[in-house]
């Protein structure tokens, strides 16, 4: 993102008739047209500058684009860690201002909902949470409950972790459960 800040402020801007003449960079024939219809604007030396950075631009950032779509982070772990996934699920306990999901509400969950789609192993932490109520102003304190799971290697995952947030929403009355998946480097 810092690349494609510094080559946003670094290139000055186009006026409008200019930004056909940079989208077609490289398809100029020496007929003086341009895709046969548009005629080639003045080769001045800084019009010819200014292509060319922002040819370089729009090449950096599709490169830029094409490597965060690739897949997950890796990052390089030392010894016996393996470079996997970790996924923390954010469960609020609260509806309505009021606990309401008890302990054996949220075990029953577990048992239910979590553990047939992860019977490798999880993490349930107790937590507390705070959130800010956009409707009404307000900073909103609630128990909470967070699930890690190391995400097993070569599965889809997503399928069943939007599985579950759907269940606890509905089951619940729940506006959203929170996602967190990062890369970490793990051992057991």
């Keep these: 993102m810092l690349l494609c800040n510094l080559i946003a402020t670094s290139v000055p801007p186009l006026k409008p008739q200019q930004w056909l003449a940079v989208m077609n960079v490289g398809k100029y024939r020496g007929s003086g047209t341009v895709n046969r219809t548009e005629t080639n604007p003045p080769q001045a030396p800084l019009a010819k500058s200014r292509r060319a950075r922002l040819a370089s631009a729009a090449i950096g950032m599709l490169l830029l684009s094409t490597a965060a779509q690739a897949g997950p982070e890796v990052i ?60 009404r102003g307000t900073i909103v304190h609630e128990a909470s409950k967070i699930i890690e799971i190391v995400l097993p290697a070569g599965e889809d995952n997503r399928p069943k972790i939007d599985a579950i947030v759907e269940a606890y929403k509905l089951q619940f009355q729940q506006q959203s459960v929170g996602l967190i998946v990062a890369p970490a480097c793990v051992r057991f």
């Design 76 to 135: 390089p772990c030392d010894g016996a860690l393996q470079a996997q996934q970790v996924a923390q699920l954010l469960f609020g306990r609260n509806v309505e201002d009021r606990a309401r999901v008890s302990e054996a509400d949220f075990n029953g969950f577990v048992v239910r909902e979590v553990s047939p789609r992860f019977p490798e192993g999880f993490t349930v932490i107790d937590a507390a949470g705070q959130w800010r109520d956009q409707r």
